[in-house]
C-alpha cells in the first residue's frame, strides 16, 4: 500500500482555505498512485481552535468540510483530523477524531489522551474515547491515534490508560498517528525519543504526521517521520515546510538504516527558523503586510529586524530611529548601517524636543522631584506614541522587541517599549538573543560588530547600563531558566550554588510583574515553557515575595 505523508500548514477557521490544500493534496496523490493520504490532527478546523469549538456554526462547517473531502475519496482514501459532535447522554460535548473516509463512507477513530497541561487545554472541550478498534484498508490493520495517544510511554502518571496497549491486542501491523504538536526548542528530540519507544515496543512500523505553520504563539515545526519495524527512521520530512511525502508499507517492514537519517538542526538554528515562520505566518493569516519597530541600535531591536526581514521581505519592514539626548552616536550609526545591511527602510525622529514639552507641561504636577525612573519611562511612551501613531496612518503592524529577561523581571515600560502586536523575542532570553545575532552574521557582517560587543542599555539616563539594575544576564538567564522552565523554587537553587540574595531579589521581580506581561502582546513560543498560554500565575499571589 502506498501512503502519502501529507504535511500542512493550516489556518484556524479557514474552511475554504484548509479544505482546499487537503482537497488538492489528494487528487495529487492519487495522480502518483496513492491508496491513503494522512493528514494532521484536527486540520479541517485548525489546532487550536480554541472556544470556535463552542460555535455551532464552526461546528457544522467542519462537517461540511469533511463531506466536501471525503466526496474526492472515491478510488483513494484519506484519515484527516476533525472535532466531532458526542451524541451520547452524557459527556463533553465533542471529541477530537481521524476521520477515515473512503468510497462515500466516513468511519472515526477519537482521541482517548487528551493533554490538559501547559499550552494544552483539550480537556475543556473534548470527551476522552474509551473505545479502541483497528482501521482495516487494503489487508491492512492500522493502529491510528492521535497525537497525545503515543506518548504514554515509559513513567508517564498524566493518564490512567494506554491506547496502545489496548490495540496491541488486536494484532496491528501498522501504527498511524496524527499529531499537532507544538514546537519547542527540544520537542524534535524528545518527539523522536517518544516516537521510537512505540516502535521498540510493539515492533510495527509507524508513520507520524505533524503539522507545520504558527497559529498566533504556537509555532509548529512539522519534522514528520516514517519508522522501520526495527525503530530506525526510514525518512523525515522538513522542519517548517509544507511537504508530501509517499511511502510503501512494504519498504517498512524491512530493516531500516543503521543510524537515523533525520537531521536535527542545531538549537538556535531551530529557534531562528522557528520565530521567522512565526513572523510570516502571523502577518498573512491575519491579512497583515507590513512591519515596524523602534530601532535603537540595541541588540534585541536589531535581531528583531534582521528575522523580521527575513519572514516578510525587507520591503515589508520600516524602522524607527528615535534618539534622546542620551543615546550615543554609536548607537545611532549602528542603527542606520544595520538598515543599510538589510536593505530595508527607517526614518529619524529625535524624542528631546517632546521630551521637554511632556517635563514643562509635568513641571507642576512632578513638584520638582529628582530625575528617577518617571522620567525614563516617558521617554519610552513617547517612543511608543510615535511608533503607533506611524503605524496607525500606514497600516504598520508594531513588532515588540523586549527579550524574555526584560519580561520576566519587568524591565520595560508599560504602554511604552511593551506596546506592538506580535513579540517576537519574548520567549528567548538576552544570552539567547546574543545567539541568535552571532547566527544571523554566520555568513557575513548583517548586525553590526559594536551592537552585538557593547555593554547593553536602555539609554534612559547618562551612562545607563542594564547591569545596574539588574545581575549579569549570564546569571540572570540561568536562574530564570530554573525558575520558569524547571519549577525550581528559591531554595533548591540557592541549595544549586546561587547566591541567595540575587536568588530573592531575581525571584521577587519575576513575581512583582506578572502584572506587565498580562498586559503584553502575544508571544512565539520556542521554549518549553513560555509567558503567556502556557504558563498561568495569579498576579496578587504572595508565593516568594
Not at 501512503?3 to 488538492?24: C, M, P, R, W
Not at 503605524?391 to 506596546?419: H, R
Not at 557582517?445 to 545581575?471: F, Y
Amino acid at each position: 500500500m502506498k501512503i502519502v505523508l501529507a504535511q500542512l500548514n493550516y489556518h484556524i477557521g479557514n474552511f475554504e482555505s484548509n479544505t482546499s490544500k487537503i482537497i488538492d493534496t489528494i487528487h495529487r496523490s492519487a495522480q502518483e498512485g496513492a491508496d491513503l493520504v494522512v493528514f494532521a490532527e484536527l486540520a479541517i478546523g485548525g489546532y487550536p481552535a480554541q472556544d470556535f469549538l463552542e460555535f455551532d456554526d464552526f461546528l457544522d462547517r467542519c462537517e461540511d468540510a469533511l463531506r466536501q473531502i471525503a466526496s474526492n475519496c472515491q478510488n483513494i482514501a484519506c484519515i484527516v483530523g476533525t472535532p466531532i459532535r458526542n451524541n451520547q447522554p452524557k459527556g463533553k460535548p465533542l471529541f477530537n477524531a481521524a476521520a477515515f473516509c473512503y468510497q462515500n463512507q466516513i468511519q472515526y477513530f477519537r482521541k482517548s489522551l487528551l493533554p490538559n497541561y501547559d499550552v494544552f487545554d483539550e480537556y475543556r472541550y473534548f470527551e476522552p474515547s474509551k473505545s479502541f478498534n483497528l482501521l482495516h484498508f487494503k489487508g491492512h490493520k492500522i493502529a491510528l491515534t492521535i497525537c497525545e495517544d503515543i506518548w504514554d510511554v515509559g513513567n508517564n502518571r498524566l493518564y490512567t490508560i494506554n491506547p496502545m496497549e489496548e490495540l496491541i491486542v488486536q494484532h496491528p501491523d501498522l501504527m498511524i498517528n496524527i499529531a499537532a504538536s507544538p514546537f519547542n526548542y527540544n520537542q524534535a528530540q524528545t518527539r523522536l525519543k517518544v516516537l521510537r519507544a512505540n516502535v521498540l515496543k510493539y515492533k510495527i512500523p509507524l508513520i507520524y504526521v505533524n503539522q507545520t505553520g504558527a497559529q498566533t504563539e504556537l509555532l509548529f515545526d512539522g519534522g514528520s517521520l516514517i519508522f522501520h519495524a526495527n525503530g530506525n527512521v526510514k525518512q523525515s520530512l522538513s522542519f517548517f515546510k509544507e511537504e508530501a511525502v509517499m511511502v510503501e508499507t512494504d519498504d517498512l517492514l524491512k530493516n531500516g538504516p543503521d543510524k537515523d537519517i533525520q537531521e536535527i538542526p542545531d538549537k538556535i538554528a531551530l529557534i531562528h527558523d522557528a520565530l521567522v515562520m512565526g513572523i510570516g505566518d502571523y502577518f498573512r493569516k491575519m491579512g497583515f503586510s507590513k512591519a515596524i519597530l523602534g530601532l535603537s541600535g540595541g541588540i534585541d531591536s536589531a535581531v528583531t529586524l534582521a528575522l523580521a526581514t527575513k519572514a516578510l521581505g525587507p520591503e515589508n519592514v520600516h524602522s524607527l530611529l528615535l534618539p534622546s539626548q542620551f543615546s550615543s552616536d554609536h548607537s545611532i550609526t549602528d542603527a542606520v548601517s544595520l538598515v543599510n545591511n538589510l536593505g530595508s527602510t527607517a526614518e529619524t525622529i529625535a524624542i528631546e524636543p517632546l521630551f521637554e514639552a511632556f517635563m514643562s507641561q509635568l513641571k507642576p504636577g512632578l513638584k520638582g522631584k529628582p530625575f528617577d525612573v518617571t522620567e525614563e519611562n516617558i521617554q519610552a511612551r513617547i517612543r511608543g506614541v510615535l511608533l503607533m501613531a506611524i503605524s496607525n496612518k500606514f497600516g504598520y503592524i508594531l513588532l515588540n522587541t523586549s527579550n524574555k529577561s526584560e519580561s520576566a523581571v519587568g524591565y520595560g515600560t508599560l504602554y511604552g517599549d511593551m506596546n506592538g502586536g506580535l513579540s517576537v523575542l519574548g520567549d528567548v532570553y538576552k544570552t539567547g538573543v546574543y545567539e541568535l545575532a552571532h547566527y544571523i552574521n554566520r555568513e557575513k557582517i548583517i548586525i553590526p560588530v559594536n551592537t552585538i560587543l557593547k555593554p547593553p542599555s536602555a539609554e534612559l539616563r547618562p551612562n545607563q547600563k542594564d547591569s545596574d539594575s539588574l545581575p549579569d544576564y549570564d546569571v540572570l538567564d540561568e536562574i530564570l531558566t530554573q525558575y520558569i522552565e524547571f519549577r525550581k523554587g528559591p531554595e533548591e537553587l540557592i541549595s544549586a550554588g546561587y547566591d541567595k540574595d540575587v536568588v530573592k531579589k531575581v525571584l521577587r521581580l519575576v513575581n512583582l510583574n506578572e502584572y506587565k506581561r498580562k498586559q503584553t502582546p502575544p508571544i512565539l513560543r520556542i521554549s518549553p515553557k513560555a509567558f503567556g498560554m502556557g504558563r498561568r500565575m495569579p498576579i496578587v499571589g504572595k508565593y516568594l515575595l
